[in-house]
């Protein structure tokens, strides 16, 4: 059973939340949406390295809070609620160099008030480089 929002959620529905954001600036594509989860990918380049020439701890952490907070956003009625991040913590354990990463947001809690995910990006090579949990709360919006 799918958790968004709206039950005919597809990836031309999500693309216009990037425009004239960080995501875009760091070529976040968004790649699919499935029954419970989201998948974008974002380039390991001039934009997202840092001076080691290694992906920046930072841009894995953009790229997770950019789909969790997506993610959130279509599981709520925007006509009564919006979602804003609280919390994201991460642990990079694999180096990138080039390429692409993939991250994954699937939900670890949905409740009225608060939203957790977790958001695993990959290499191309499909070695888990990150782990990260996001908390979003789920606020009302005001008549």
């Not at 875009?24 to 001039?46: Q, R």
Request: hydrophobic share 40%; proline share 3%; with cysteine.
């Amino acid at each position: 059973m799918s958790i968004w929002f709206d039950k005919d959620l597809s990836l031309e529905k999500i693309k216009p939340l990037g425009r004239d954001t960080m995501g875009e600036y760091l070529g976040i594509e968004w790649l699919e949406v499935g029954e419970n989860y989201i998948k974008a990918k974002m380039p390991v380049d001039h934009r997202t390295i840092q001076p080691y020439g290694l992906l920046h701890g930072g841009a894995s952490c953009v790229l997770a809070e950019t789909i969790g907070s997506v993610a959130s956003a279509m599981v709520v009625d925007h006509s009564k609620f919006y979602c804003v991040g609280l919390e994201i913590n991460a642990n990079h354990l694999c180096a990138v160099r080039q390429g692409y990463v993939t991250g994954v947001a699937t939900p670890l809690h949905l409740g009225s008030s608060t939203h957790v995910w977790d958001i695993k990006i990959y290499n191309e090579a499909e070695l888990l480089v990150c782990v990260s949990r996001l908390t979003v709360a789920i606020l009302k919006r005001k008549d």
